[in-house]
Nanobody, 114 residues
Framework: QVQLVESGGGLVQAGGSLRLSCAAS????????MGWHRQAPGKQRELVAA???????NYADSVKGRFAISRDSAKNTVYLQMNSLKPEDTAVYYC????????WGQGTQVTVSS
């Protein structure tokens, strides 16, 4: 079992920055990849960014150049640095980890005002 706890969401003005954190506990040695999805009201959940255990990253086109995902293996934590935020980035952000199956955090709200 893997447990994921997110933090760092909040309200920010357009153009601002936020950093999300996701701390993993439990059977963390089995995690092959971690990342972030988001879900805006009335929309499907979408992949935002992902990082593998070897450090390879992948981003949604809508966030390339603005968001950066990183992983601190010593702290079993993955981060999402979000810069130049736009109102369309407003969503609940969910951390996930893959260990045979997907594990999800509880979600953290990010609201970007115009």
């Amino acid at each position: 079992q893997v447990q994921l706890v997110e933090s760092g969401g909040g309200l920010v003005q357009a153009g601002g920055s936020l950093r999300l954190s996701c701390a993993a506990s439990g059977s963390i040695f089995r995690i092959s990849a971690m990342g972030w999805h988001r879900q805006a009201p009335g929309k499907q959940r979408e992949l935002v960014a992902a990082i593998t255990s070897s450090g390879s990253t992948n981003y949604a086109d809508s966030v390339k150049g603005r968001f950066a995902i990183s992983r601190d293996s010593a702290k079993n934590t993955v981060y999402l640095q979000m810069n130049s935020l736009k109102p369309e980035d407003t969503a609940v952000y969910y951390c996930y980890g893959i260990s045979i199956r997907y594990y999800w955090g509880q979600g953290t709200q990010v609201t970007v005002s115009s």
